[in-house]
């Protein structure tokens, strides 16, 4: 698959990757942490600016149209050590925090490599898309 949006050749223009969808926003920044995303929202709070959000650009719905800030979180790609849960003592498992943009595949191949190794029971086909995207709209296999 084809990564999304990387190269629609139209600088400024935003494509989702069925180039159903596309937009020009005004600014379309990628932040890479928290702290710059609060900025960013703060200031077009400030200037009056609408803010919409877009992961990898997968869903084929008009959510990420917008002529205001397109926060494109792909530099957000954090994933923090697993936690072990050890209770109830029936039922161990670990949690795993992540950063709105990791993908899937981000966060399998760390999983895959943790000792002991983890796995997501249940994953959207994709492994391009990213977690911010899949828990937006419910996403499921
Ligand atoms: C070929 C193909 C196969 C697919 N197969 C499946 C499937 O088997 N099962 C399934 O359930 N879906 C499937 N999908 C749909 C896909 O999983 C969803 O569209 C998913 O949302 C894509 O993730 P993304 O990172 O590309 O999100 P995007 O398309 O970039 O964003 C989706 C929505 O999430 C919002 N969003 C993104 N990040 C955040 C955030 N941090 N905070 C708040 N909102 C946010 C965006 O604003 C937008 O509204 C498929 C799509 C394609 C193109």
Redesign the pocket.
Same mark, same amino acid.
């Given at each position: +698959?084809p990564p999304?949006n990387e190269d629609d050749g139209d600088a400024g223009t935003w494509t989702?990757? %069925?180039k159903t969808q596309s937009c020009r926003p005004a600014e379309e920044p990628h932040p890479n942490s928290k702290e710059a995303l609060i900025a960013i929202v703060n200031e077009a709070r400030e200037k009056g600016k609408k803010v =919409? #959000? %877009? $992961? /990898? $650009?997968? /869903?084929? &719905?008009s &959510? /990420?149209v917008t002529d205001g800030v397109l926060v494109i *979180?792909d530099k +957000?790609n954090k994933i923090y050590p697993p936690a072990k849960r050890t209770y109830p003592p029936e039922n161990e498992s670990w949690t795993v925090e992540v950063e709105?943009?990791v993908?899937i595949k981000q966060l399998d191949k760390f999983l895959r490599t943790h000792n002991p190794p983890l796995a997501v029971p249940s994953n959207? !086909? @994709?492994e391009? *898309? =990213?977690y $911010?995207? !899949? @828990? &937006? @709209? $419910? #996403? !499921? =296999?």
């Open positions: +698959m999304p989702n990757w %069925a =919409r #959000c %877009a $992961g /990898s $650009g997968h /869903s084929w &719905s &959510s /990420s *979180v +957000m709105t943009g993908t959207t !086909v @994709l391009s *898309v =990213r $911010g995207g !899949v @828990l &937006s @709209l $419910g #996403c !499921v =296999r």
